[in-house]
């Protein structure tokens, strides 16, 4: 680290079950809590890490944090050097969203780390679209504050139907997005509309699933099959009826696609070197 550089997040994470490891990363603005039913579901099999970005949920915001993609990858390397047994020890990553974004960078810069790859409503580059869907956002919390902002992320993250019938989920966004937390949201955002992976996917190697909600209206289902068109061996599934936040949605679903597909990787591959 150099003079001007910021200090290393310490990095909270949620840590259950035992069995192969497999971090799950959330996204842009939400926290570990996102993923409890599908832990629940994935801990009798599988030892799961659930952290919180740095300036997320209960992990700290070290001064001069720049938000880049770069800086997460570091943050995430120090935690599964902590975490798992040999520093080297390749893992299972999921991501959801801007999670899914930061994903394919560690399967990409790190491939020794990366076991293998889940893709939730993710995407290759952050899209006009998902920049306009982003930028509502702000919008929304400028014009009408932390409860417009909230009336806007319900419309938008979560599929109609379902929302209309889990009214709780509106109390529980409630809590989340505090003023200090769209701040956060807001300059890590900004660093997303730069996301661009495009020309590097052909390149992966890490088995991959990639799961989309068709319902989806923040990042167009159409990632999905470019995805899976770009990534070489990957597999796609659709889910009708599902909007963006699919693990809260469909924890169950999500649990079950994640756990097959590990168990298909751990059957079908020896575990690398760990040298």
Known sequence: MTAGDPAPAELFARESG??????????????????????????????????DFRGHGRSSLPPQSTFSIEEFESDLLRLLAERTERSSHPVHVVGLSAGAFLALRLAHDHPGRVRSLVLVNGAAYCDPHTKEVVQSWQTAFREGGEE??????????????????????????????????????????EQLTRFDMRGQLARLRAPTLILQGMSDVVIDPSHGRFLRQSIPGSELRLYRETGHMMPIEKPRETADAIRDHVSKVEKATPSPPTT
């Open 148 to 189: 417009g902002l909230l009336l806007r992320l319900i419309k938008d993250l979560y599929d109609r139907d379902w929302a209309e019938s889990h009214l709780d989920i509106v109390e529980r966004m409630r809590r989340q997005f505090t003023e200090p937390k769209v701040g956060v949201v807001a300059r890590w955002a």
């Open 18 to 51: 035992t069995g192969p490891t497999v971090l799950l990363l959330h996204g842009l603005g939400g926290d570990h809590s996102i993923w409890t039913e599908v832990i629940e579901q994935l801990a009798p099999d599988l030892r799961v890490l659930a952290p």
